[in-house]
């Protein structure tokens, strides 16, 4: 899956001259937490929700509602901003935008097609897909396990499973305890959990947890 297949295409930008207090509103109004920053076409920045908060005065400022005001209006965007924005491009695999969020803390990236921005991925666009990977929308049985790091052990569980008329709906592997197992969340419907659990047994280390969701 790439970054292109998950992106918000056409994100709202805005000018670096742009008021913080202005900026604000706006993403009040767009209910987005995230702007990249443009001039000229050319991406100079990106600012969060956060940056804009953190720049305005306190509710425990001794300043008047007027001083407040005029000071959300003299402060810039450009003053708050993060500047050395890191990017990723469409064709780049959803694993490793989110290995760059991870590492460097931050909430989302923007997407750039010939140093033009085209989208962004954020963190919301992420936990997505991670509840289409798990199909946490559908029921069924969801069955956590390790397994033997062997060739061919879940192929074996899976088709075990599939012979026993369970129809598997998610699997995904994860790091096991140790280099003799792996982990494996799966999630499977047609098959009770009493029946699942019987015929899955005999061919892993250990069953980590077993429930109906």
Do not use: Q
């Not at 709202?12 to 604000?24: H, R, V, W």
């Not at 509710?59 to 708050?80: F, I």
């Not at 954020?122 to 069955?143: I, Q, W």
């Amino acid at each position: 899956m790439l970054v292109g297949n998950r992106m918000t295409p056409n994100p709202i930008t805005i000018k670096p001259d742009l008021s913080i207090a202005e900026a604000m509103a706006w993403m009040k109004r767009e209910k987005v937490r995230h702007f990249p920053v443009v001039e000229e076409g050319e991406l100079v920045g990106i600012v969060t929700s956060n940056d804009l908060l953190n720049a305005s005065p306190s509710s425990a400022t001794s300043l008047s509602m007027w001083e407040v005001n005029y000071l959300l209006a003299r402060v810039t965007v450009e003053e708050v901003m993060t500047k050395e924005v890191i990017t990723v491009e469409e064709d780049c695999l959803l694993e490793e935008a989110a290995r760059a969020m991870t590492d460097h803390k931050i909430g989302c990236l923007p997407v750039l097609r010939d140093d033009l921005v085209v989208g962004i991925i954020t963190e919301s666009d992420l936990f997505k897909v991670f509840l289409e990977l798990f199909d946490a929308r559908e029921k069924g049985v969801r069955l956590t396990l390790l397994a033997p790091y062997v060739k061919g052990s879940l192929a074996e569980i899976s088709s075990t499973i599939t012979k026993k008329g369970g129809l598997i709906l998610a699997l995904n592997t994860f790091m096991g305890e140790d280099p003799s197992n792996w982990g494996c969340a799966l999630k499977v419907t047609d098959i009770s959990k009493e029946e699942l659990l019987e015929v899955v047994k005999p061919l892993v280390v250990e069953i980590i947890d077993v429930r109906e969701v």
